[in-house]
């Protein structure tokens, strides 16, 4: 079992509609990260957080420390949102990433 | 642009043959990361730096990998006798400080051995 397990691994949504993506987690953490990588590799840095709740644009990153889980919200979804949405979590001074979920957002 | 560099973005070679990739931090991050990902996944972690330190090297890291930052500035990361299953996308991230701090990473070397 990963350490670090994502859902769903693959969405496809249509221009407007909510989305959420999970991450579940197994180890100690002192912070973890939501990243956006597009085709090509390059990877984005979207929230670090420890608690609580984060919100960037149409972006929103909660996290519940007590159950090992957080989840990405976009609001509002566009075609250009279409990339790979990737935890990752700090354990020591190391991240554990999690495969990835694929998102595909048409018009 | 003052983001993470890294080269060359793609390395074609053939198996047995040694390479070896750049990142160039930005400037006043102390941390420097590798991480390997391969189609599919999650990057996976390689090894980091502290500094000029190594501080952890991953399992993944045969004795063909090895990794430095001899001034705490820039790092290289070489492959010898490259084998078709070191094929992967090596990304290299830095940061300013300890663990939980925001990571910044280059756009990726990507290897192929043929």
């Known amino acids: 079992k990963n350490e670090v397990e994502q859902s769903p691994q693959n969405l496809t949504a249509q221009e407007g509609e909510f989305i959420t993506i999970n991450c579940s987690y197994s180890?100690?953490?002192?912070?973890l990260h939501w990243l956006q990588q597009h085709p090509g590799g390059g990877i984005v840095s979207l929230f670090m957080l420890s608690s609580g709740k984060k919100k960037h644009g149409r972006l929103i990153a909660t996290i519940n420390i007590q159950e090992k889980h957080s989840s990405l919200h976009i609001t509002a979804s566009h075609p250009r949102d279409s990339a790979v949405y990737i935890c990752?979590?700090?354990?020591?001074?190391?991240?554990?990433f999690g495969t990835g979920t694929r998102l595909q957002v048409f018009p | 642009d003052t983001g993470v560099s890294q080269n060359p973005r793609h390395k074609i070679t053939k198996r047995g043959q040694n390479v070896t990739f750049r990142c160039d931090p930005i400037s006043e991050h102390n941390r420097l990361y590798w991480y390997r990902q391969t189609l599919g996944q999650g990057p996976e972690f390689l090894t980091y730096f502290q500094n000029e330190a190594q501080l952890e090297k991953s399992r993944l890291l045969s004795d063909r990998f090895s990794a430095e930052r001899p001034k705490g500035s820039f790092s290289t990361l070489e492959i010898q006798r490259t084998e078709q299953g070191d094929s992967a996308m090596y990304l290299c991230a830095s940061s300013f400080g300890g663990s939980g701090e925001k990571l910044f990473f280059g756009s990726g070397t990507q290897l192929s051995v043929l």
């Open positions: 180890v100690g953490i002192s912070a």
């Open positions: 990752a979590v700090h354990n020591t001074d190391k991240l554990i």
